[in-house]
């Protein structure tokens, strides 16, 4: 609580996601939350926990944390102080709620194709392998969980943010595979070309009440 502030329905199920993380096959792990009644439940942990340890987690999101300067730019990400509108730029587009939960595989889960043929990664899914040119031969392939080098990155001074300038960065994966995307928790006199990067997931805006998620790269 001392470190994340009061998350609330999600602060029981962050604590049972740190306490995952220390624990071993065998171990029990007694889980309890009360507000409009209260709720207990005793869980074992199985072998298979081990499968996904070095997760980043709770720990290393915490471990991972950007210390903010000044009120100010608090208070602009919090949407607490309106930002100028940037006169040069066409108003932001309204995504389509249906278009969202049809792709949310691309969009929510960041998967993108593999070819069968040559078995060459790439995103967006294609229906043309850009390697080698088989047609409609594909499986599904996860990125989020990839990691990722920075191939190149530019700064974006025009565009609305609460901390300009807007990082667009884009990144070659482990194993083959392009993303362009934005950068986050990122100084453009910090980054350098060729450094390691992860995926991050990100609200992006709201736009007539559509919260707008995607992914986002990070040191």
């Known amino acids: 609580f001392t470190s994340v502030g009061n ?12 306490a995952l993380e220390k624990a071993k096959s065998g171990d029990r792990i007694l889980l309890a939350n009360y507000s409009n009644g209260a709720d207990a439940f005793s869980l074992k942990v199985v072998d298979e926990m081990e499968e996904i340890k070095g997760k980043l987690g709770v720990k290393g999101h915490l471990q991972s944390k950007k210390i903010l ?3 100010q730019k ?3 990400w919090r949407g607490l102080i309106e930002i100028a509108p940037a006169s040069t730029r066409p108003k932001m587009e ?3 709620t ?5 792709e949310r595989s691309k969009i929510l889960s960041l998967y993108g194709t593999k070819c069968k043929n040559c078995g060459y990664p790439q995103y967006p899914p294609q229906r043309v392998c850009t390697k080698c040119h088989v047609k409609d031969s594909f499986e599904p392939y ?3 969980d990839k990691r990722a080098r920075l191939f190149t990155f530019a700064g974006d001074f025009l565009a609305e943010t609460p901390h300009p300038p807007l990082i667009v960065g884009i990144l070659d994966f482990e194993g083959g595979g392009r993303i362009k995307c934005l950068v986050a928790d990122a100084n453009m006199k910090e980054l350098q070309i060729g450094m390691p990067m992860r995926m991050t997931f990100r609200k992006l805006y709201t736009t007539e009440g559509i ?9």
Request: aromatic letters at 18%.
């Open 98 to 102: 249906s278009a969202l939960r049809r």
């Open 94 to 96: 309204v995504p389509s």
């Open 211 to 219: 919260q707008h998620y995607f992914w986002k790269a990070a040191p």
């Open 142 to 144: 996860r990125f989020a």
């Open 69 to 71: 300067d000044d009120y």
């Open 7 to 18: 998350t609330g329905a999600a602060f029981t199920l962050m604590m049972l996601v740190a």
């Open 74 to 76: 608090y208070a602009r």
